[in-house]
């Protein structure tokens, strides 16, 4: 069965470095999310691309969060600088529309 | 601004007894409805989904909701919980082409 991939699974990092976060989704599906996930609540979308174009970013802290997916396919969100706050779980998820989508394992940040 | 609420941040149940979780949503119009299963640092499955039709919905691991319009509520419900059941649930709706989640419920199973 199909599934997304992302590394890594687990990264520490001390504040004000720069962290990056892959995904692979599942092959064939056009839209991507990206979502961040604070501990004790539900994922909350950060952006979403529509094949290689950026679809709705408007809750990505721009600042210091971007996010590509070169060639519509996989794609990679990056945070520089990393501060305490950027602590959580960063979910990426695949699918053909927004009612069908599927969920990678995440990727835990913890920033020190 | 739409939202989902989860009013149970945490439930206890023994194993074998039936589980409800409560989940109310706000959108107005007919709501995309899902719930979805998060084991701990593991990313989220679908349990299963309401777009039209038949109110009672039936999902995978035995799971089942009932959608109640006139109570904007969607509760998941299991009859006989069992030990691998223990994890973090989450309700979600779909609200200007995205997906918005609940902030969960932790389900707890004694032995």
């Known amino acids: 069965e199909a599934e997304v991939a992302q590394s890594p699974r687990y990264k520490i990092t001390e504040k004000s470095q720069a962290v990056a976060f892959w995904c692979d989704p599942i092959?064939?599906?056009?839209?991507l999310y990206w979502y961040r996930q604070i501990l004790g609540q539900g994922p909350e979308l950060l952006v979403q691309?529509?094949?290689?174009?950026?679809?709705?970013d408007s809750q990505l802290p721009k600042d210091r969060f971007s996010a590509e997916r070169l060639k519509g396919v996989d794609s990679t969100l990056k945070i520089q600088p990393a501060e305490l706050g950027d602590s959580a779980m960063y979910l990426c998820?695949?699918?053909?529309?927004?009612?069908?989508?599927?969920f990678g394992p995440g990727t835990r940040l913890t920033v020190l | 601004a739409q939202s989902v609420t989860q009013p149970d941040i945490h439930i206890t149940v023994s194993e074998g007894a039936s589980l409800e979780l409560r989940c109310n949503y706000s959108?107005?119009?007919?709501?995309?409805l899902f719930w979805y299963v998060q084991s701990p640092g593991q990313g989220l499955q679908l349990l299963l989904k309401?777009?039209?039709?038949?109110?009672l919905v039936q999902g995978i691991k035995g799971f089942e909701a009932e959608f109640k319009r006139s109570q904007s509520s969607f509760n998941l419900r299991k009859p006989s919980v069992h030990w691998s059941d223990a994890a973090e649930y989450f309700c979600?709706?779909?609200?200007?082409?995205?997906?918005?989640f609940g902030s969960g419920t932790r389900l707890l199973v004694r032995p």
């Open positions: 959108y107005g119009a007919t709501p995309y």
């Open positions: 309401y777009f039209s039709g038949d109110t």
């Open positions: 691309f529509q094949d290689e174009s950026v679809v709705d």
């Open positions: 998820a695949s699918g053909t529309s927004v009612n069908e989508q599927f």
């Open positions: 092959s064939g599906h056009a839209t």
């Open positions: 979600a709706e779909v609200s200007s082409y995205k997906l918005i």
